[in-house]
């Protein structure tokens, strides 16, 4: 029997053991091992429950216009464990001068597709206003040569537009700097609409259209998704249940790969208790810097494109108080903060608004993002210094004097990808290399995307590679 080993334990190295084990219960005689070094399986994705709190170490949810993540919960039988964010506060706000300003109705990230709104929302200075409109007559690039999230957002939308918007809402997504972030690779529906639209506001109008024409045949009483979701007891049930699902496949935890060598037939890997595993293929499913390490004596050439993939730090907070005398309202899913207010946050979620079922009654959560490629130094403080800093954000941007409950900080040194201009070129030009090396696969959030929906696509890709070879190897 054909053998897969696949190196690292996060949500694209435990999809791409799913969809083997998948396989492997039609008959396709495939045994294969899941390498994790640390105690838990999952990667960033970790939950705490205790005393009717849920607290997201890392993601708290998934995006359902990619579709990978339900169809795997659907798959794991967890269809009616999904929710949906709650109707009942959707505004987002912008920290502009210490003040919480609406993001306007209808702003589809940062396009806007209500009139109205946009006109009377003080957002954005009237000249900020007409520049934006601008969008309608701007003509489209004549090339698809990559560029800056920043470079794409002034030549369509205007600096008004970059700084309140592109760089807290989507640059903060990646924690990135949106001068040196790719357009291409991180947002590429902003780079099609403009080639078929022509204008980024004609295109969002005419696909508001047809969502609605969508909706209209959703039978009554069917609720859709809201565009983020979640699991009612936090993610790791995904993890949870594909690890208990998933009984073809071995798993192994707190096992650490420290060489991987080409053997005569395959691949030879040596474990931390020096003992050896042989293996037909390995995926490694590790970041890229760790892949690196894993594949330098193999090939020092993909071991040095994949370093150029960079990686920042970042650190988030979780921060619950008693409701009663809590002095804001919480009227929201939270507020972004632009680079030019100087404050110390990127982001503030309101966890109790987004997901109420995460907190008990009586009580409310937010959520704190620092760091990134553009703070940086301020993610990798000690936890009470992250911790005290944090809390004199809220007090001077919100007015929260109270006595929380209780303070977690989540620190990730060095563990957020960085899609820089020229990513989409780079990771070819490892995947094209990789292909002298018959039996390796590389998947997870440094290649074609970040979010969970993305590294379930990218590892069960890898899977089906992996698959595939071995079959044409069997053939031949």
């Given at each position: 029997?054909?053998?897969i080993?696949i190196?690292g334990g996060g949500?694209?190295g435990?999809?791409a ?7 492997t219960?039609k008959?396709?005689?495939v ?6 070094s640390?105690?838990k399986?999952g990667?960033?994705?970790?939950t705490?429950?205790f005393?009717g709190?849920?607290?997201?170490r890392g993601p708290d949810s998934?995006i359902s216009?990619?579709p990978?993540a339900?169809?795997?919960?659907k798959?794991?039988?967890l ?6 964010t709650?109707?009942d ?16 109705d ?17 957002l ?5 206003k ?5 969008d309608?007559?701007i ?8 560029e ?9 939308m ?6 309140k918007?592109?760089?807290?809402m989507?640059a ?7 001068e ?10 902003f ?5 078929k639209?022509?204008?980024?506001i ?7 259209r047809?969502?609605?024409?969508h909706?209209?045949?959703?039978p009554k009483?069917k609720?859709?998704?809201s565009l983020?979701?979640?699991?009612k007891n936090?993610l ?7 690890v ?17 060598s ?17 293996a ?9 810097k760790?892949?690196a390490y ?30 009663e005398g809590f ?6 899913f939270g507020?972004?903060v632009p680079?030019?207010?100087r404050?110390?946050i990127?982001a503030?979620t309101?966890t ?5 079922e995460?907190?008990p009654e ?19 403080l ?6 005290t800093m ?11 004097d109270?006595e929380p409950?209780f ?11 960085q899609?820089?201009?020229g990513?989409?070129s ?9 292909q002298?090396?018959?039996?390796l696969?590389v998947?997870g ?6 979010g969970?929906?993305?590294?379930i ?13 071995l079959a ?5």
């Open positions: 029997m054909k053998k080993v190196i949500i694209a435990l999809a053991a799913y969809h083997i084990h998948e396989e219960s008959s396709t005689p045994a294969c091992t899941l390498l994790e640390s105690e399986f990667g960033k994705i970790s705490m429950r005393d709190f849920i607290v997201e998934f216009q990619k990978q339900i169809e795997l919960c798959k794991l039988g269809e009616d464990r999904l929710t949906s709650s109707p506060h959707p505004n987002t706000y912008v920290c502009l001068k210490n003040k919480l300003v609406t993001m306007p209808g702003l589809s990230l940062m396009i806007p597709t209500k009139f109205m709104p946009f006109i009377f929302s003080p954005f200075s009237w000249l900020g007409i520049r934006m409109g601008m309608l007559f003509p489209k690039k004549k090339n698809n040569d990559d800056s999230l920043a470079s794409f957002v002034r030549r369509r205007g600096k008004e537009a970059l700084e918007m592109a760089e807290p989507l903060g997504i990646y924690a990135s700097d949106p040196l972030m790719s357009i291409n690779s991180t947002f590429p529906m780079v099609q609409t403009e080639q639209y022509r204008s980024l004609l295109g969002m109008l005419a696909r508001k047809q969502q609605m024409i909706q209209a045949k959703v009483g609720q859709p998704f983020f979701m979640t699991l936090g790791d049930e995904m993890v949870e249940t594909l208990k699902k998933a009984t073809n496949i071995t798993f192994r935890a707190g096992t650490k790969v420290m060489d991987l080409r053997a005569e037939e395959g691949w030879r890997l040596t474990l931390d208790d020096k003992s050896f595993i042989n037909d293929a390995v995926i490694l499913a590790t970041p890229a760790i892949s894993l594949i330098e004596k193999t090939s020092s050439k993909v071991a040095s494109l994949l370093n150029r993939i960079r990686y920042v730090s970042t650190a988030t907070v979780s921060i619950a108080y008693e409701k002095p804001h309202s919480l009227d929201g507020f972004v680079k030019k207010e404050k110390r990127l503030c309101w109790s608004s987004k997901f109420p995460r907190v009586k009580h409310v959560m937010l959520r704190c993002f620092v760091g990134g490629a553009m703070r940086e130094e301020l993610a990798e000690d936890e009470d210094a992250i911790a944090v809390r004199e954000e809220l007090l001077d941007i919100m007015g929260i109270c409950v303070l977690k900080v989540f620190k990730y040194k060095k563990s957020n990808v899609y820089q201009v990513h989409a780079l990771i070819k030009s490892i995947r094209e290399e990789l002298s090396f018959p039996g696969f998947t959030s440094a290649y074609t995307g970040i969970i929906p993305d590294c696509r990218d590892g069960m890709n890898a899977a089906k590679e992996a698959i595939e070879f044409n190897k069997t053939n031949t």
